[in-house]
Each structure stands twice: as C-alpha cells, then as structure tokens.
C-alpha cells in the first residue's frame, strides 16, 4: 500500500472531496492557490490571507490597545521572530530558562516569566505568593490546592478599596480572599497570620496610599507586593522603575505598548516568587496555571518585543504619535466651532490621544454617531471607546460630547484615511 501521496494525488483526492463536500453545500469549495491567485509560501506552502477566507473584516485601530480590538500590529521584527520559531520544536523548559535570564538582564530584575498576558501574569503572582507563604507547614501540597483548597492555609490579599478593578478576577482564581483597606491605620492592622501578599493596581485613580509607603508597611510585615502596571508603558523605564522601587512583582502586558503578541505577558520581581509562579504555570499540569499556555512562538515574540521596545525612545515614540494627531487635527480646522487638544493620560496609555469638541448646534452629529459611521464606512475605522460616552476610561477627560481618537496603534499613513473620513463625517453635518 501507498503511504505517501504524492502532492498531485493529493490535490486531486482534495478537489474531489472538496468537490463532494460543494455537491452537499458544505460552504464554498476550496481551492488550490493556482485557482485562487493566492501566492505561494517561500517555503512552499500556500499563502492564504484567512481574514479575508474567513469574511473578517479588517479595521484602522484608532483605537489603541484594546483587547477586543486586537489590541497592537507586531513590528516586523517581532513578527519575524515568531515565524523563525514556528519552524523548529525546542526542549520547552530550555526556552523558559533562556528567555527569562535574558529579560531579567534587559529588564534589571532578579527574574523574569514571560505568562500569557498581563492577567495571566496577575495569577501565577498571586500563586507565587500562596505557594512560597504555605509551603513551610504545607510543603508541595499547596501547589495543587490552589485554588479550591486554600481556605485552610493563609490566603488573604491586602489592597486598597479604590485598587478594587476587573482584574480582581485574575487573583480570585487563585482561592484568595480580599482585605480591604482605606487608610493608612487600616492597612497598618489588615496583617495577619494569613496574609500572603499585597497588590497594587498602578493606574488606580484613587486610594490614599501611595507606592512607596504600601511597599514599606507590607515589607515591614515580611509580606511581597505585587503591581499591575499591564498598560503602563511608556515610559520605557516603568520596565524597571517598580521593581527597583521595591515590588517584589510586576506585571506587564505583553500586547500592549511593547507590541508583543497579544497573549503573552511579563512577571518581573523577586527569584524565589518568580519560581514558585513557574511552578504554578504550565507545562505542569496540575497547577493553576495549566491554562495559560504559553507557546514558544509566544515566548520567542514577547523576548523579540522587549528587543524593539527597548530600542524605541519615549520622545521619538512621543513626536511620531502627536505627529498623527496633527494630521488629523489640521484637516478639521475648516469645520465651525470644532477644537482640538491632544492630552496625554498620567500613568496608563500615558501617549498622545486627540480629543475634538464642537457644538453640536453647528455641526449635527453625535460623537457616537460619529463613531458608527467610521466604524461602518471602508475602510473600517474603530475610534477610542471613550467616544461619546462618560464611562471612565483610561484616564480620559471624557463626556458625551468628546471624540476621542487614539492614534498610538496607527499603521503609518493611516492618519490620513482617519483625517479625510473624520473630515468628510463632521463637514457633512454642517448645518445650513
Ligand atoms: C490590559 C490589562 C490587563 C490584562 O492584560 P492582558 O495582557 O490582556 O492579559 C490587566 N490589568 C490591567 C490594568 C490592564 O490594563
């Protein structure tokens, strides 16, 4: 018997199954890349866009970095590298190793994990600091009874009433419970004989204590402090700055800012923490973090977009991106009673966004309305979500009467479709 088809063979049996498969309606019939035009792989596959074999419409992201939109376009040489890694299988744990002294160095830390996200990064902390709290009466036990069996051991998380954020989520997967805290006399007394860590949600908009005093009370106790700061660069320096301040943790999304493959994430801090959270993270299978698979093309990625990132520089990032607002805010100039500023976020997404206001006396659309017909013309254009609404968001000055676009994940030359569409949207509602 044959066991190899020959390439021919195969794409015959293929048009007829794919023939078959058209006779009984299930979808349309594929076909090969002679058929389709669609041009072949240097290395000799066949290059298929499936954006457009899937029917997915493709957006402008004037945005920024939102999960829901994808968040951020790889720069070339990340995207090579994830492809150079595609191509050859590694002893995974090599992988690991290699790539978190190589990021602990870059990134002036003790240790570095790349995690499947920032979130990801949040719940292989928080199991850090359950495991390395537990394991003196508990010993390895502790690894499987996060999250469902930790009620016995010490598992309480100190944090500010006003740090309280979505992302709680990511360390309730890890069994804990929360101790709030509103005042500095609170949090002198939340410590206990469970405690196991306190967090600190960097772009909080409130809450009365600071970094450094939360890192001095919860050092004084002999307990770590972990920070989010997901969306919190640029700066490039926030890559160091919180750990050396004295966050025993630190996470950062990977597909934010740095342009990393959107599910990947770092854990930079303490040795022994960064090692409890591998423990807990996947290819071991009975922990917490088995989910949260990281991939070596992710891995690779991640490594790649630190490289690029920290080869960019904060004024040179910085002028390109209030060049784009210029762009769009010179090509409004015409419309009557419309203004511009550009206004930077203090502490996440802290790049230009642009914000136009007008009186919608004069000019008869809602920023809303404004948004739908982008997001419905061609190309698509998605504008910053704050838009139109008085959801905080990212630290925006918003209200229904703002446009908001975020012009920091734009592809070079796309300011200007965003400029003419804008334009032509506002000039069109211009009242007699
Ligand atoms: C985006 C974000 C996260 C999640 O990051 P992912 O990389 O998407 O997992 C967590 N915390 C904060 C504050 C964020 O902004």
Same mark, same amino acid.
């Given at each position: 018997m044959r066991t190899v088809l020959s390439r021919r063979a195969f794409l015959k049996s293929s048009r007829r199954a794919i023939a078959a498969g058209s006779l009984l309606g299930i979808g349309k019939p594929l076909a090969t890349f002679a058929e389709t035009g669609n041009s072949p792989t240097a290395d000799g596959g066949v290059a298929v866009d499936y954006y457009d074999k899937l029917g997915v419409t493709k957006i402008i992201n004037a945005?920024?970095?939102y999960t829901f939109l994808t968040a951020s376009i790889m720069p070339p040489e990340v995207r090579y590298a994830v492809s150079q890694a595609a191509l050859s299988p590694v002893r995974l744990k090599d992988l690991e190793v290699a790539a978190g002294n190589y990021l602990a160095q870059r990134l002036q830390c003790e240790a570095a994990l790349i995690s499947a996200g920032a979130a990801s990064a949040l719940t292989l902390g928080m199991a850090a600091c359950v495991t390395v709290a537990n394991r003196p009466a508990a010993g390895d036990a502790i690894l499987e009874e996060?999250?469902?069996?930790?009620?016995? /051991?010490?598992n309480e998380v100190v944090v500010q009433h006003a740090h309280r954020? @979505?992302?709680d989520h990511a360390l309730l997967n890890c069994g804990i419970k929360f101790v709030e805290v509103r005042t500095m006399s609170d949090y002198q007394a939340? /410590?206990?004989?469970k405690t196991v860590m306190a967090h600190f /949600?960097?772009?909080?908009?409130?809450? @009365?204590?600071?970094r450094e005093d939360w890192i001095r009370v919860a050092h004084q106790h002999g307990i770590p402090c972990m920070n989010d700061?997901?969306?919190?660069?640029?700066?490039?320096s926030n890559l160091w700055n919180y750990t050396r301040m004295g966050f025993d943790l630190v996470c950062f999304s990977g597909?934010?800012?740095?342009? !990393?493959?959107?599910?990947a994430g770092l854990l930079l801090g303490r040795k022994d923490l960064i090692a409890a959270a591998t423990e807990n993270n996947?290819?071991?299978?009975?922990?917490?973090?088995?989910?949260m698979k990281v991939a070596k093309e992710q891995i690779v990625g991640m490594v790649a977009a630190v490289d690029w990132f920290l080869a960019q520089t904060d004024e040179g990032m910085e002028t390109k991106f209030r060049g784009r607002a210029n762009v769009i805010a010179d090509s409004l100039k015409?419309?009557?009673s419309l203004s511009c500023e550009i206004f930077v976020p203090p502490?996440?997404?802290h790049v230009p966004h642009l914000l136009i206001r007008y009186d919608q006396q004069r000019v008869k659309i809602a920023p809303l309305e404004v948004a739908a017909a982008l997001r419905n013309g061609t190309p698509s254009i998605e504008l910053n979500?704050?838009?139109?609404?008085r959801d905080a968001s990212a630290g925006l000055p918003i209200d229904e009467h703002t446009i908001v676009v975020g012009?920091?994940?734009?592809?070079? !030359? @796309?300011d200007k479709i965003v400029a003419g569409k804008l334009h032509s949207v506002l000039a069109g509602a211009v009242s007699a």
């Open positions: 945005a920024g970095t996060i999250p469902t069996g930790i009620d016995q /051991f010490r954020y @979505e992302y939340a /410590f206990g004989s /949600f960097n772009a909080a908009e409130g809450g @009365e204590i600071g700061a997901a969306a919190d660069v640029p700066p490039i597909g934010k800012g740095m342009r !990393g493959p959107q599910n996947s290819p071991n299978s009975a922990r917490v973090g088995r989910g015409s419309i009557p502490v996440a997404n979500p704050a838009t139109g609404t012009v920091w994940m734009l592809q070079d !030359g @796309e």
